[in-house]
């Protein structure tokens, strides 16, 4: 069983940058595949960022490329997303969240997922 505990977010300004955290409570976690989501009140949980359990491998949602980049340090058992240039539209609960066998942007193929932290982007 892995835990995963978001840290990190906040209430900005548009054009602010925030770096959100997620501590593992594992060793192993170093093996899975992690991913970034959010979810916008009144809308459904969406993909944000993702990494390889490597982390030689990363890939964005459209909506967030050239501004969030994902990272993770092993020794740490911890992945970041620092978001740069934020906008009033990013604002949303983050979610982190673990996938043992794929590395895919499909929330239904994660296996464990964290409480969340609220970001908020004021205009």
């Known amino acids: 069983q892995v835990q995963l505990v978001e840290s990190g977010g906040g209430l900005v300004q548009a054009g602010d940058s925030l770096r959100l955290s997620c501590a593992a409570s594992?060793?192993?976690?170093?093996?899975?595949?992690m991913g970034w989501f959010r979810q916008a009140p009144g809308k459904e949980r969406q993909f944000v960022a993702r990494i390889s359990w490597s982390g030689g491998t990363t890939s964005y949602a459209e909506s967030v490329k050239d501004r969030f980049t994902i990272s993770r340090d092993h020794a740490k058992s911890t992945v970041y997303l620092q978001m740069n240039s934020l906008k009033p539209e990013d604002t949303a609960v983050y979610y982190c969240?673990?996938?043992?066998?794929?590395?895919?942007?499909?929330?239904?193929?994660?296996?464990?997922w964290g409480q969340g932290t609220q970001v908020t982007v004021s205009s």
């Open positions: 594992e060793r192993t976690s170093r093996t899975y595949n």
């Open positions: 969240a673990a996938s043992g066998l794929k590395f895919t942007t499909n929330l239904n193929d994660y296996n464990y």
